[in-house]
């Protein structure tokens, strides 16, 4: 189902000045959560590949509890991400949302639905066209890290922006 | 009491109660106060029905086994019976019953008709007074045993505590096994008691939040095998799956309505807001009942179909509602320190049990439905998801402790009282409670 598609060419030109992009954006105020951000980017990935846009680019942004508000750091990882999906076009995306364990079960699938909601919407104000983009809410049905306190909680509070599937 | 014979028609099962024998009337000498805070559980013998074979000492063993769950009645060790086989023809020596204290027999006997039927009969007695309460028989398919047994039981609550029993119920719940960020998730059904367990999906699908239908013959959930995750509804004789309706977002929290020709639910919206809607089993209509900026979920109907309290966060965070089964008047009715969410409104009427959110804990709770009278009945950890036993006497839910690789379910009695752990297979969540059958 979730099928990634090779793109079928990445000019070199447009590649390097996404790498400049990336780490353009990489801030010490921001909290580290993807490979360029910890200075790892180097040789990560091959440019416009799914690895890239996971390792340099960053799948995901975390939220607060209780709320859908694009924190300061998810804007700069979701700027990224447009920008990323705006240059590789090839693709369609499925973003995920994701609640901690410390919310009910269907009030956290409805949070998790406008987590996804809210993130979908910062890309298509950013430029991705809203027919590349699917939403699925998860609740607290899959947790990304297991454990009882809020190192884990805060992790698992997210949306996880999925390549894959062909455009509608 | 007087009770004609009735057919229980249930999975292709004829029930029958042939007939009274010979009840005579008698004043509630015996009677067991259960809206108080504290009971003292009362002594009864349950004695080993006659019988040629072990279904005798079974059913008698089912019947103690419920009564001593419900944490209102203590049965007497069959260890300290003086009279050890009592004959249901002939009236117990009572003598030899309050001597040990037991100010309860029951006594029975199973014999097997020319059909191959079972016939059970038993009469509950009241040792002090020295009279019949109860005297009813059964004929049944042999497999069908352990619902006699049940029904026995809840004849014997009824008749000692004035209210309905609750011991010829099932359980839905979603069965839960492997790591928790990779959970793989069964609907399964039981017997109040955990006997006859089966699982009815086979985990290759995220499933979650089963309900019954009033007459107990149709679960709805929620399930992710679409893709998509949608509302679905199961024949729990067929086995047969069916999606409720092809909505372009997600479905979430069904329920049955009262009459069993709705299902009420959430619908995603485009915006990432969620209303209540309902669908109408036969037409397939829908229809709109909210349409806020908000999370609105969580549907349950009164019993009386109607009122209908939900969750919304409309006001900035989840609380309770409650609104016409059309949509009109919504009246916020939680208003304590917290969050609250799932609600569900009594089989009685008379109250409203939720999950709270309160300084870092979940509790369970009830309020009437104008959401006076709050009352917290357990805190922990994690614990959520209440749903009524049909007498509006006893909660389950699910809770899981810290560092704990999972839930369990759970049940309580109104008062707080007699919390127990349902012993399941694996782990346990989003537990439901049949009606009974009437």
């Known amino acids: 189902m979730r099928r990634s598609i090779a793109p079928t060419r990445f000019p070199a030109m447009l590649a390097l000045a996404a790498t400049l992009a990336v780490a353009g954006c990489a801030s010490k105020d921001q909290i580290p959560n993807t490979a360029a951000d910890l200075g790892l980017s180097g040789g990560a990935g091959t440019p416009g590949s799914s690895q890239d846009f996971t390792v340099n680019v960053g799948d995901r942004i975390f939220f607060d509890t209780d709320s859908s508000a694009?924190?300061?750091?998810?804007?700069?990882?979701?700027?990224?991400q447009a920008q990323w999906l705006n240059q590789y076009s090839q693709y369609a995306i499925t973003i995920e949302g994701h609640a901690d364990e410390r919310g009910t079960r269907e009030y956290n699938l409805a949070l998790g639905a406008r987590r996804a909601a809210a993130t979908r919407d910062f890309l298509v104000g950013r430029g991705v066209a809203a027919n590349r983009i699917k939403t699925i809410s998860y609740g607290k049905e899959r947790p990304v890290a297991v454990c009882d306190n809020i190192s884990c909680w805060?992790?698992?509070?997210?949306?996880?922006?999925?390549?894959?599937?062909?455009?509608? | 009491m007087r009770r004609i014979a009735r057919t229980l028609a249930t999975f292709g099962l004829v029930l029958m109660i042939a007939g009274m024998l010979g009840t005579i009337p008698a004043r509630a000498l015996l009677q067991i106060d259960v809206t108080k805070g504290t009971v003292?559980?009362?002594?009864?013998?349950i004695t080993d029905f006659l019988s040629g074979d072990e279904t005798g000492v079974e059913?008698?063993?089912?019947?103690?086994?419920?009564?001593?769950?419900?944490?209102?009645?203590?049965?007497?060790?069959?260890?300290?019976?003086?009279?050890?086989?009592?004959?249901?023809?002939?009236?117990?020596?009572?003598?030899?019953?309050?001597?040990?204290?037991?100010?309860?027999?029951?006594?029975?006997?199973?014999?097997?008709?020319?059909?191959?039927?079972?016939?059970?009969?038993?009469?509950?007695?009241?040792?002090?007074?020295?009279?019949?309460?109860?005297?009813e028989q059964f004929f049944t398919e042999r497999s069908k045993w352990r619902r006699v047994a049940h029904i026995i039981a809840d004849s014997i609550?009824?008749?000692?505590?004035?209210?309905?029993?609750y011991f010829d119920t099932r359980i839905v719940y979603v069965d839960e096994s492997g790591p928790r960020d990779q959970r793989v998730k069964r609907l399964a059904i039981m017997?109040?008691?955990?006997?006859?367990?089966?699982?009815?999906?086979?985990?290759?699908?995220?499933?979650?939040?089963?309900?019954?239908?009033?007459?107990?013959?149709?679960?709805?959930?929620?399930?992710?095998?679409?893709?998509?995750?949608?509302?679905?509804?199961?024949?729990?004789e067929t086995g047969q799956r069916e999606l409720v309706a092809n909505f372009p977002n997600m479905t979430f929290a069904p329920r049955f309505s009262p009459d069993g020709q709705k299902v009420i639910m959430s619908l995603l919206r485009d915006d990432g807001n969620s209303n209540i809607f309902t669908l109408d089993l036969r037409s397939r209509n829908t229809t709109r009942l909210t349409n806020s900026n908000s999370i609105d979920t969580s549907p349950s109907y009164a019993p009386d179909g109607s009122r209908i309290v939900f969750t919304s966060d409309r006001g900035g965070r989840a609380q309770l509602y409650v609104m016409g089964a059309d949509g009109s008047n919504p009246k916020r009715i939680s208003f304590g320190d917290g969050t609250y969410s799932t609600p569900v409104w009594s089989p009685r009427g008379d109250l409203i049990a939720f999950t709270k959110q309160s300084g870092g804990d979940f509790q369970i709770g009830v309020m009437r439905p104008d959401g006076s009278g709050e009352r917290i009945i357990s805190t922990g950890f994690l614990q959520e998801g209440p749903t009524w036993a049909p007498n509006g006497r006893v909660l389950m839910f699910f809770a899981q402790a810290p560092g704990a690789a999972g839930p369990q379910l759970q049940s309580i009695d109104l008062t707080g009282r007699n919390k127990q752990t349902i012993a399941t297979p694996n782990f346990g969540s989003d537990p439901a409670w049949s009606p009974l059958l009437e």
């Open chain 1, 70 to 80: 694009i924190r300061a750091d998810a804007q700069a990882t979701l700027a990224r």
């Open chain 1, 154 to 168: 805060s992790q698992n509070r997210r949306a996880v922006t999925l390549l894959g599937g062909p455009s509608s």
């Open chain 2, 40 to 45: 003292e559980p009362l002594p009864i013998a």
């Open chain 2, 59 to 135: 059913i008698s063993n089912v019947i103690a086994a419920d009564l001593r769950r419900s944490g209102l009645f203590a049965p007497i060790d069959k260890a300290a019976f003086i009279e050890r086989n009592s004959n249901p023809d002939a009236a117990p020596r009572f003598a030899d019953w309050t001597v040990i204290n037991a100010q309860a027999v029951v006594n029975g006997r199973v014999t097997q008709e020319a059909d191959g039927r079972l016939k059970v009969i038993y009469r509950l007695w009241d040792t002090y007074a020295g009279q019949q309460l109860i005297g």
């Open chain 2, 157 to 165: 609550y009824e008749r000692l505590t004035g209210e309905k029993g």
């Open chain 2, 191 to 236: 017997d109040q008691d955990g006997a006859n367990h089966r699982l009815l999906t086979n985990g290759q699908s995220i499933v979650l939040t089963p309900r019954f239908s009033p007459n107990r013959q149709e679960i709805t959930y929620m399930s992710y095998e679409n893709g998509q995750p949608q509302v679905y509804l199961l024949q729990l």
